[in-house]
């Protein structure tokens, strides 16, 4: 596997339902991103880890929880979650210092019913 | 905080034709990166091409070049030659300098643009 990988690629869950986002990269990369895409809006960011530890969350609630136990692995964990949650959530991945360029993941197309 | 503006939702050219796409962007700092990226039907957003604001010379890749003009906060995407699988969403991203948040900072996208090409 090569680039940045993300499984599964759909997911439909209920609002009560727990599950988990999966991404990884195979660039020896040391900064990994979660964003979230809507449908008529801006790619959003929501958190950012960098050598492992969290750098930023741009006020996600809490019911999205981030988990990044090394610089190869990034989770999303999800739990009661809204409808107007669903949406495409990218991965994506970057050198921490000189190459400012992202590698984004396929995607989690996510469908909360 | 940055803002990044996209104003056209959807574009169509004539395939070997030329399009060129808008952004415009909002920031108080005066070094930064500019970026267009590509997300084609169901598949990776990837990178198109990069500018840096401390470069006067516009950025080319092959058929893609930008038209930036840094006083008026303008990033312009040129596609020459426009060909069918240029048939994509572009999105217009910034991102602060390295030195400015401490670390890996994300992107703050624009809401994008619909190219289509017709055959």
């Known amino acids: 596997e090569t680039g940045v990988t993300q499984t599964p690629r759909h997911l439909v869950m209920g609002m009560t339902n727990k599950k988990s986002l999966k991404c990884e990269q195979h660039l020896g990369h040391n900064a990994m991103y979660w964003y979230k895409q809507s449908a008529k809006k801006p790619l959003e960011l929501m958190f950012v880890y960098n050598f492992k530890e969290q750098t930023e969350n741009n006020s996600v609630p809490s019911r999205f929880s981030p988990e990044c136990p090394n610089s190869s692995h990034l989770f999303l964990h999800l739990h009661t979650l809204q409808p107007e949650d669903s949406a495409l959530y990218l991965c994506?991945?970057?050198?921490?210092?000189?190459?400012?360029?992202?590698?984004f993941g396929p995607g989690t197309r996510l469908t909360v019913t | 905080a940055q803002t990044v503006t996209q104003s056209q939702p959807e574009m169509s050219v004539q395939e070997a034709e030329t399009v060129t796409l808008s952004c415009t962007y909002d920031?108080?700092?005066?070094?930064?990166?500019l970026f267009w990226y590509k997300q084609p039907p169901s598949r990776q957003m990837i990178l198109v091409i990069r500018?840096?604001?401390?470069?006067?010379q516009n950025a080319t890749e092959n058929r893609f070049s930008v038209n930036f003009q840094k006083a008026a906060k303008s990033f312009s995407l040129k596609i020459s030659d426009s060909q069918l699988g240029d048939a994509a969403m572009y999105f217009c991203?910034?991102?602060?300098?390295?030195?400015?948040?401490?670390?890996?900072?994300?992107?703050?996208f624009g809401k994008g643009t619909h190219l289509i090409i017709q055959p």
């Open positions: 920031t108080s700092e005066s070094d930064y990166y």
């Open positions: 991203a910034y991102r602060s300098p390295m030195y400015s948040g401490g670390g890996a900072d994300g992107l703050t």
């Open positions: 500018q840096e604001a401390y470069k006067q």
């Open positions: 994506a991945s970057s050198q921490e210092e000189g190459a400012y360029e992202q590698y």
